[in-house]
């Protein structure tokens, strides 16, 4: 009886957190092919596919989303972009919400730089080798926590990736990259597209990355995964030789299909994980907004599955344990709850069996909490003690072992020759 009287008050706890923001937009079913076509055309793919967009819409996405499956390693393939460069500038919030108490912290934090109260930060910015309709979403945007210069110059530098989760503000996240930064371990914190400063000013929420238009959906995910890529490409230009990546809710997405393709992520934590990206999208709490759009154009489950099947870390277990990805030196961290209605639990632990199956060298950690309730007192705190603690292990038995044998990262240009010659 006590466990049922948990169950019920956490369900209920979760649905307040997941139903008290009042600015989800309802938006109709796009099938978005103009948000895919320039990489397909570019890379001499889908001639036939795009040829079907007119007559049958669903039928020519659903077998692109299985071709970009085969072709991963172009469609997460990028040029090495040639603009790195740091920034400071006093930090913004960026608020995703417009609850009084949210528009408050905003002016506030807006107050003291104004008046030169907080200090300014690092950010390092470069442009998204996926380009957008949107500027300011094509110039990424990463604040720097470059850790101490340890006392001991032989010690291989270090560094993580952290990725916050959907309609995160600006200073998500940036708690732990303080507590990274105590153990020696510098850390870039990504915005992810369409997210805080790379927002299109028309938004109030973050609603581009994830949306009732399938192919801004795709385009986002290819952005966020190549952006991470280019994040460890200017790290190794600081002399890094470890990295690490750390993903929430849909940053974990981002995560696992970037380590999947990246071999030079060798430590992965996945803070909340999935197996379908149209699975979570259709039976999540926080989505339902877009569920209703599509819904509303006769979508089923299952349809939109396949529709995002390119973008769904189900189809790259192989991927993320071959030699190629580096697989048997990756260790990766599993966080899932049991009380999750946004990721539902049973989808978690299909991600779980999947690990076991395919031998990912992985730790898993149950949070007796859901989705939203993460963020709260005291789970936030045992969450926290989950990450940090596997991190700080994970970067030890990496000094440990010495440098790595990394092959280089391919390009866009560099995989499609590689792929016409086979």
Known sequence: MLSKWYARWMYQWETRLTTRDENRVVRPLEWGFDWIAPFLESHGLASAELRL????????????????????????????????????????????????????????????AENGEIPRAQFLRFTSPERTPYPENDLVNARWYPAPAHKDPTRPKQAI?????????AFSHNALAGIFNRMGISALRLSKPYHDIRRPTEL????????????????????AVVDIRCCLDWLEDQGYEHFGVLGTSLGSCYAF???AHDPRLRVNAFNHASTSFGDVVWA???TRHIRQGLANAGLTQERLRNLWAAVSP????????????AGPDKKALLVYADYDLTFPREYSLQVVDAFERHGVNFEPRVLPCGHYTTGETPFKYIDGWYMGSFVYRAFKQLREQGPAVQAPAPTAQKAHEEALTR
Not at 161 to 169: E, R
Not at 204 to 223: I, K
């Open 314 to 325: 189900i189809h790259y277990y192989d991927k993320f344990m071959s030699k190629g990805s």
């Open 257 to 259: 299909l970037a380590s």
């Open 284 to 286: 999540g709490q926080s």
């Open 161 to 169: 990736v952290i990725l916050p989760q959907w309609n995160a503000d």
């Open 204 to 223: 109030e929420r973050s609603d581009y990355a994830v949306s009732s238009n399938v192919g801004r959906t795709l385009s986002a995910c290819r952005q």
């Open 53 to 112: 967009t007119e007559t049958d819409p669903e039928a020519a996405m659903t077998r692109i989303s299985e071709l970009l499956i085969r072709h991963s390693d172009q469609f997460f393939g990028y040029q090495r972009p040639t603009d790195f460069r740091l920034e400071e500038r006093y930090p913004q919030l960026f608020p995703t919400n417009v609850r009084p108490e949210t528009l408050a912290q905003d002016a506030e934090l807006r107050r003291k």
